[in-house]
């Protein structure tokens, strides 16, 4: 098959490119030149803010890089015609439990794990302004007006073009440009000897996905017809806990330290992140599993080893916006040990 991408080139596209031609089809990547041209693929060079100069003529055409309506009805109207079927990559942010976390929603928890009947968010406005402002400034195909349930609309409803919905997960990986390893490999490469979470985010289980995996997927659906109308959920099973995740971290680095629970009066001011943590996003990836029969390429704890590895040896030009205050940290943990009446052990080695 022929299968034209928009976002071929960024940190999941780049790997479905590679699923794609490891498959044995045809991937022809629509992007300006900046970056990706050693991948196994077809070229098309243009600007995605001007699809109608892409000049596609393919099976079908993948994209990575809807946020808003308006990209999403752009989108649309340049492939009429050009492909037979689309495949948008969403979000798991699209459901009522996201909203309910960040507290732009009302009522009763939602049930978990989520699946594609889950409800969905009620209030358009995912994220704060100022949380999309900072995410443009790394993610430059971002909307002001960002929301993946209008992309959604606009991809499904269309009456002349069948689409394909993907629900990602939060994606771990070699070439993650938010680094979220980050919080741990800091504290684990400086030497610390505990690592301090609030209880309840510790406790907190969300979606994830290892991004080779993820790419499996996504090349999945574009590939079967049998997605066609479908809208699929992607993530590993089972979720883990923020705890349960940073242990598997710890392991694959083989530290030693203690990771640390504390009750949140008590947690210091910079490792208190906003949000209901008794709103779980743990979902369920049943539907894909069982409608196109995806299975995970590589196991999850190969995949931790080699995002580790990744980061370690890729360090990023500048740290990210990952809180850290060692002093803060220590003054909480001693402070810890001395309520329990226990000798706490030196912060670092």
């Known amino acids: 098959m022929r299968i034209f991408l928009i976002g071929g080139?960024?940190?999941i596209g780049s790997q479905v490119v590679r699923r794609l031609a490891a498959k044995g089809?045809?991937?022809?990547?629509?992007?300006?030149?900046n970056r990706g041209m050693d991948l196994p693929c077809e070229h098309a060079l243009g600007d995605w803010r001007n699809l109608q100069s892409a000049r596609v003529k393919a099976d079908v055409a993948v994209n990575m890089i809807l946020s808003s309506a308006k990209q999403a009805g752009e989108f649309m109207s340049a492939m009429r015609g050009a492909v037979g079927r689309v495949v948008a990559a969403s979000s798991m942010d699209v459901y009522r439990a996201c909203g309910i976390f960040h507290g732009s929603e009302n009522g009763?928890?939602?049930a978990t794990p989520l699946t594609e009947k889950s409800e969905l968010r009620t209030n358009m406005q995912t994220y704060p302004k100022e949380l999309i402002d900072r995410l443009r400034t790394t993610i430059p195909w971002l909307d002001e007006e960002y929301d993946k349930i209008p992309v959604e609309r606009a991809v499904l409803e269309d009456r002349e073009l069948p689409g394909t919905i993907l629900r990602l997960p939060m994606v771990y990986g070699p070439g993650d440009y938010l680094r979220r390893f980050y919080p741990m490999l800091k504290r684990i490469d400086d030497g610390r000897k505990f690592i301090l979470f609030?209880?309840?985010?510790s406790n907190w289980k969300s979606p994830r996905g290892y991004v080779e995996n993820v790419a499996e997927a996504i090349a999945l659906a574009a590939t079967d017809e049998r997605a066609a109308g479908m809208t699929f959920n992607v993530c590993e099973q089972p979720?883990?806990?923020?705890?349960?995740?940073?242990r598997?971290?710890?392991q694959a680095s083989s530290w030693d330290g203690e990771l640390v629970a504390m009750p949140r009066h008590t947690t210091p001011t910079h490792l208190i992140f906003p949000g209901n943590h008794a709103q779980h996003w743990e979902a369920s990836s049943e539907l894909i599993r069982d409608t196109l029969g995806y299975r995970e390429a590589i196991p999850i704890d190969e995949g931790i080893r080699r995002t580790i590895e990744w980061d370690r040896a890729n360090p990023a030009s500048q740290p990210p916006p990952y809180p850290i205050d060692y002093a803060a940290e220590d003054a909480?943990?001693?402070?810890l040990f001395q309520t329990n009446n226990m000798e706490a052990p030196p912060a670092v080695s």
């Open 9 to 11: 080139t960024g940190f």
């Open 25 to 33: 089809h045809e991937a022809i990547v629509f992007h300006r030149g």
């Open 108 to 110: 009763e928890l939602q």
């Open 198 to 201: 609030e209880e309840g985010a």
């Open 239 to 246: 979720a883990f806990s923020e705890m349960e995740w940073a």
């Open 248 to 250: 598997k971290i710890a």
């Open 332 to 335: 909480a943990f001693q402070l």
